[in-house]
């Protein structure tokens, strides 16, 4: 059964950092691309940061040079650092693994940035 388990995130005030963490189980994690999506009250679920199984990054615009995303294939786990946090960072943060077989999610977790 694959599974997708996020934890890191919290209150922060604007400027601060966190590091968001996804664990995975199930054996799809290798040949996955991990995601981190954003989705704040009353928007749509928007793409942060991507990682492909090789290591390729993509991130948004808006947290280029601030966000970092990185993989532990050994671990199973993707991590998004986050710095020069902004208000408009603020939102639930999901988890995906994408492969030939589908998207898979997480449950989310809050990242509340306060000014």
């Known amino acids: 059964q694959v599974q997708l388990v996020e934890s890191g995130g919290g209150l922060v005030q604007a400027g601060g950092s966190l590091t968001l963490s996804c664990v995975t189980s199930?054996?799809?994690?290798?040949?996955?691309?991990m995601g981190w999506y954003r989705q704040a009250p009353g928007k749509q679920r928007d793409l942060v940061a991507r990682?492909?199984?090789?290591?390729?990054?993509t991130y948004a615009d808006s947290v280029k040079g601030r966000f970092t995303i990185s993989r532990d294939n050994a671990k199973e786990m993707a991590s998004l650092q986050m710095s020069s946090l902004k208000p408009e960072d603020e939102g639930v943060y999901y988890c995906?693994?994408?492969?030939?077989?589908?998207?898979?999610w997480g449950q989310g977790t809050q990242v509340t940035v306060s000014s």
């Open positions: 995906s693994a994408e492969n030939r077989g589908g998207r898979y």
């Open positions: 199930g054996g799809i994690f290798t040949f996955s691309a």
């Open positions: 990682i492909s199984s090789d290591g390729a990054t």
